[in-house]
């Protein structure tokens, strides 16, 4: 479960977007890896996010001025999240940022209430059988709650009633007892792969590459995902870790 969702953090797969691309997919992440990562997919400095799925721009942002509080307009980030979700949108996707808004503020009935929506509806969605089975993203809210909040605040949040969250893999999974090691290896000439499955997420990198360009100034403005910058910290970790037999572009 891990590889693939860390799979689902590979920056390249990608077009078209800032950081808030990260926002979904290192909550579904957090599932099964440990809290620090998401220091990694939003280390402090980067702008605020504008660019991208509305859902993903409120989540980044939020989780922004979780990890990052002085740096950003918390009041005003707040304000926005509030209106999306009394919004319009996808039931499922105002859950998902009525989470995060819920630990920014501490307050634990919004948290409670969407997290059961986020199981809910995931069991009812066109998803894998393992998604019906083990709601990720409740688990990954829940380890960003237990990271942000006091404990008598967390202790306070009703666990999701629902067959898709598991209290027993809840508890181990906030211990942070995880395993460095894989259940595939492979050989030569693919042995790249053995350092690269357990390297740790690249920090995220934003660029504007429009800046200097001769196109509309909204788009000047625009931040995009630096994958070239996240490239080159993949290859440094791998070539430091014994293995020195790849290049750029090659990853």
């Given amino acids: 479960m891990n590889f693939e969702n860390k799979a689902?953090?590979?920056?390249?797969?990608?077009?078209?977007?800032?950081?808030?691309?990260?926002?979904?997919?290192?909550?579904h992440y957090l599932s099964s890896a440990k809290y620090e990562n998401i220091s990694r997919a939003f280390p402090q400095g980067l702008p605020p996010a504008s660019n991208g799925h509305t859902m993903n721009i409120h989540a980044a942002n939020l989780i922004l001025c979780l990890l990052h509080e002085n740096d950003y307009d918390k009041e005003a980030v707040s304000d926005k999240a509030r209106k999306?979700?009394?919004?319009?949108?996808?039931r499922w996707d105002r859950a998902f940022v009525a989470c995060l808004l819920g630990i920014l503020e501490q307050d634990t009935d919004l948290i409670s209430e969407n997290i059961q929506v986020l199981c809910e509806l995931?069991?009812?969605?066109?998803v894998t059988d393992f998604d019906k089975l083990q709601c990720q993203f409740a688990y990954g809210m829940l380890v960003i709650a237990c990271n942000n909040l006091p404990p008598d605040r967390y202790e306070s949040i009703r666990?999701?009633?629902?067959?898709?969250?598991?209290?027993?893999?809840?508890?181990?999974?906030?211990?942070?007892?995880?395993?460095?090691?894989?259940?595939?290896?492979?050989?030569?000439?693919?042995?790249?792969?053995?350092?690269?499955?357990?390297?740790?997420?690249?920090?995220?990198?934003?660029?504007?590459?429009?800046?200097?360009?001769?196109?509309?100034?909204?788009?000047?403005?625009?931040?995009?995902?630096?994958?070239?910058?996240?490239?080159?910290?993949?290859?440094?970790?791998?070539?430091?870790?014994?293995?020195?037999?790849?290049?750029?572009?090659?990853?």
């Fill in 8 to 27: 689902d953090l590979l920056w390249s797969s990608q077009n078209g977007c800032d950081h808030s691309f990260m926002a979904y997919h290192i909550v």
């Fill in 84 to 90: 999306y979700i009394v919004s319009k949108q996808p």
């Fill in 122 to 126: 995931l069991a009812r969605t066109d």
């Fill in 159 to 251: 666990m999701p009633e629902y067959k898709n969250i598991d209290s027993g893999y809840l508890n181990w999974l906030l211990k942070g007892e995880f395993s460095e090691e894989t259940l595939i290896e492979f050989r030569s000439p693919y042995e790249v792969l053995n350092v690269a499955m357990t390297a740790p997420i690249s920090h995220t990198l934003v660029h504007q590459p429009y800046l200097n360009e001769d196109v509309p100034a909204r788009q000047k403005k625009q931040f995009f995902m630096d994958h070239d910058k996240m490239n080159e910290e993949l290859i440094q970790y791998v070539t430091t870790n014994g293995i020195n037999t790849i290049h750029p572009g090659k990853v």
